[in-house]
């Protein structure tokens, strides 16, 4: 007996919202390893005293690379917003269709493998988050919500790291000036926490795709 699969426009346009996805997790990919990169050699800058990096010709103070820190989280946030967008955009067209629940789990998860078994290296063996706590904002309907990591998802050692070498490139720790190492400890701090609720929404993002 033969399976004929008949090709709708509903479809192709789903399969059109998955490549959207998988296409926005390389760009983050790269954009995380790109910053991993920058951080790393401003660390290492850091750790042999030097007042000066130069990457390529390009040379820029020590004592303002948060600079580049700030390029890198902008960039960050670009890919996050295009990542969890085009998921939702899926998920969104997914339950538009109606099609029957075991359907729905079935394109989900699939498309989850596709993410986390034959992905790119931020991706490789994720493991889901699910809610933990949340705590309402004061006078609005709204939650913050808490997620679970595991300490055996690539993506959760990444960001750690990320975080770790903001926190330790940005400021610096034998300035004499106290206004001053505030300052850019303040900064980094900003930056660390940002990058890490980044993290945080696009990994709770993709993870409804085992929701559906």
């Known amino acids: 007996m033969t399976l004929l699969q008949i090709t709708t426009p509903d479809n192709e346009f789903l399969k059109i919202l998955e490549e959207g996805v998988l296409s926005s997790a390389s760009w983050l990919n790269t954009v995380l390893f790109i910053g991993g990169g920058l951080l790393i050699t401003i660390n290492l800058y850091r750790l042999f005293k030097h007042n000066e990096i130069d990457i390529n010709g390009l040379k820029l103070q020590l004592n303002k690379c948060w600079i580049i820190v700030l390029a890198y989280s902008l960039a960050h946030l670009y890919c996050s917003i295009i990542l969890t967008k085009a998921t939702s955009d899926y998920i ?17 998860q699939m498309l989850w493998n596709k993410l986390t078994l034959s992905g790119d290296f931020v991706f490789r063996r994720m493991e889901k988050r699910t809610v933990t706590g949340k705590v309402k904002l004061p006078f609005t309907k709204k ?4 997620y679970s990591i595991s300490m055996l998802d690539i993506s959760t050692w990444i960001y750690l790291g990320l ?31 940002a990058n890490w609720l980044m993290g945080t929404i696009w990994t709770a993002k993709i993870s409804e795709l085992l929701n559906l």
């Open 92 to 108: 969104n067209e997914e339950k538009k269709q109606m099609r029957d629940t075991i359907q729905l789990k079935h394109d989900g």
């Open 143 to 146: 939650h913050v919500h808490f």
């Open 163 to 193: 975080v770790l070498m903001i926190l330790n490139g940005i400021p610096d720790y034998t300035e004499k000036r106290k206004k001053r190492f505030w300052v850019m400890l303040s900064t980094a701090v900003v930056f660390a926490v």
